[in-house]
T-cell receptor, first 110, second 113 residues
């Protein structure tokens, strides 16, 4: 069983819809990353969170440390948002290794 | 400069060839990483260098040989690879204490024939 669980695994939506991707982890962490990977491409770091909420453009990431849960939201989704979104955690302060979720494949249709 | 640059972007090599992947960053990060990613799977950590010294080797076969010649460069030397080693190889860098600047490169797509 993966220590970092994402849901849903696949998500298809229409352009303009509000998107939510969830990430749960099993033990306390130092930090959580949200990453984006377009088909055939490299990985782009979207957010690093240790508490609270961060916003960048149409992307919002939240984390609830007590519930061991994070969400990534996309407002006014666009076909260019189609990508795999990956949640990854770092388990303790100073840890270099990231533990990855299996990813959520998002498709936004025009 | 906030990028991790990987070269080449694509590589096709035979099972008897020797080749190298290169990674470069100028963000002052003193931790650098090699990841391997198979299709539709998350990245798997291979190696970590901290202050130019190998700190983590995730039991990677010896046909993969990492090298960190200085604080900005990371190489992965490849020899006698197998077709199952075909994958996307990603380099990343961060502050040694795992700070906010964890940055990935665009990867090298390797095909072993």
């Amino acid at each position: 069983k993966n220590e970092v669980e994402q849901s849903p695994q696949n998500l298809t939506a229409q352009e303009g819809e509000f998107i939510t991707i969830n990430c749960s982890y099993s033990v306390g962490i130092s930090a959580l990353h949200w990453l984006q990977q377009h088909p055939g491409g490299g990985i782009v770091s979207l957010f690093m969170l240790s508490s609270g909420k961060k916003k960048h453009g149409r992307l919002i990431a939240t984390i609830n440390i007590q519930e061991k849960h994070s969400s990534l939201h996309i407002t006014a989704s666009h076909p260019r948002d189609s990508a795999v979104y990956i949640c990854a955690v770092r388990y303790h302060q100073g840890a270099q290794k990231l533990v990855f979720g299996q990813g959520t494949r998002l498709t936004i249709n025009p | 400069d906030t990028e991790v640059t990987q070269t080449p972007k694509h590589l096709v090599m035979g099972m008897t060839n020797k080749k190298s992947l290169k990674c470069e960053q100028h963000m002052g990060h003193r931790a650098m990483y090699w990841y391997k990613q198979k299709a539709k799977k998350p990245p798997e950590l291979m190696f970590v260098y901290s202050y130019e010294k190998l700190s983590i080797n995730e039991s990677v076969p010896s046909r993969f040989s990492p090298e960190c010649p200085n604080s900005s460069l990371l190489n992965l030397h490849l020899h006698a690879l197998q077709p199952e080693d075909s994958a996307l190889y990603l380099c990343a860098s961060s502050q040694v204490d795992g700070g906010p600047g964890y940055t990935f490169g665009s990867g090298t797509r390797l095909t072993v024939v």
